[in-house]
């Protein structure tokens, strides 16, 4: 396998474990059996965002392999020097405006980690340094190398259920709780059925991820605005081929963000969507009004858009349908659609397309 596809594969998977372990309550049902404590901004794949201060994160990681985040009641944070930089209690923290360096320490009271922040004279904003811990902060080697073979499997699963014994699934039921422990799920894919209001279906988020052991659920859905659109009390969104049409990537960064929003407030962590497939085929009789358009430079441009809006409420996307679904003439949900091209059209067209619109995604993730 290439460096590039390792990466991306690696990523992937890091954002898999992250999003749905940090949906597992903040309190561990294995409250002991505690192995360290990190801060999440250690990690290697974790980006520092820097403004007038930065939030800090500290995270529980237990000997089976699984981390959480820590509830912060039980972190303290120091500063070591607060002529440089102060922090409170929740780990965010603030510049003086004068030079020097300090260190943040964070501790759960048994482990601690911190992260160094060093401000030279006349810098806009100070440089935060990572530790690096070596095998330390990579979490997601220690967790898949503690897993058993029935987890791994597990892991690769996402079903859904919309309905069960001939009733639609709209609240935890004994036996669906059973199957999530049972084969180790790694997430589930919520439709129509399940998602009724906004009550229940938090609740039912809630439950998804209380049933479950070690890792945390993917919760997804398809909330992709428009004529795909899950949440029967959710917002209606304009579709994308709407949002093309108004050339703002602005209004669809917008619009990517409430869609995150509404979602993350449910407990919903990853939205299977946008759809980048380029409109190229009349007809196509699936995709249509869900593209951004036919022409791949608006759909790479108004599907990053979309991308950093819901991943700006802490929302995780898949980025739909590799190769390119735009080009068919079958749905694939009734049957196998296929795309015949030549490798010369295929590389100054959708291909393009689809190779940026992949590297942004991995750079975003």
């Known amino acids: 396998m290439k460096k590039g596809m390792r990466q991306m594969a690696s990523l992937g998977l890091i954002g898999a474990l992250v999003l749905s372990s940090w949906a597992t309550p903040a309190t561990s049902k294995a409250n002991d059996g505690k192995k360290d404590f990190v801060l999440y901004e250690n990690l290697d794949e974790a980006t520092i965002e820097v403004t007038d201060h930065v939030q800090l994160t500290g995270m529980n990681v237990y000997s089976d ?15 070591t020097n607060r002529n440089v930089a102060t922090v409170d209690d929740t780990g965010r923290v603030e510049w003086t405006g004068q030079p020097g360096r300090t260190y943040i320490r964070a501790t759960n009271g048994n482990y601690s980690d911190r992260i160094a922040v060093h401000n030279r004279p006349n810098q806009d904003v100070p440089d935060v340094i990572k530790w690096s811990g070596g095998e330390r902060h990579d979490l997601v080697s220690h967790a898949i190398n503690n897993m058993t073979m029935e987890e791994k499997v597990g892991q690769m699963l996402m079903p859904d259920f919309r309905n069960y014994d001939g009733a639609n699934v709209t609240e935890m039921l004994p036996e669906i709780e059973q199957l999530v422990q049972e084969y180790h799920l790694g997430g589930v894919i919520l439709f129509r059925e399940n998602v009724v209001t906004t009550e229940q279906t938090a609740r039912l988020v809630a439950d998804y991820q209380a049933a479950s052991d070690k890792y945390g659920l993917l919760m997804t859905i398809d ?3 428009g004529i795909v659109t899950r949440l029967q009390s959710g917002t209606d969104m304009p579709g ?36 980048l497939d380029v409109n190229n085929n009349p007809d196509n009789p699936v995709i249509g009004v869900r593209s951004f358009g036919e022409d791949p430079k608006l759909v ?22 590799f190769p390119g679904h735009g080009d068919t003439d079958v749905d694939s ?20 397309h689809s190779k940026q619109r992949l590297t942004t995604v991995l750079i975003r993730l």
């Open 333 to 352: 949900h009734l049957g196998l659609p296929s795309v015949l091209m030549i490798v010369n059209a295929c590389l100054t067209s959708n291909w393009h």
């Open 223 to 225: 909330q992709e605005g």
């Open 240 to 275: 994308n081929m709407a949002l093309g049409a108004g050339q703002d990537v602005d209004t669809t960064r917008a619009v990517g963000q409430a869609i995150g929003n509404e979602l993350a407030s449910l407990g919903v962590n990853m939205n299977l969507a946008p759809t």
């Open 300 to 321: 790479s441009e108004h599907g990053v858009a979309y991308i950093e809006g819901v991943q700006n409420a802490g929302v995780g996307v898949s980025a739909k349908h």
């Open 65 to 79: 392999g699984h981390f959480t985040l820590a509830d912060p009641e039980d972190v303290q944070w120091t500063s």
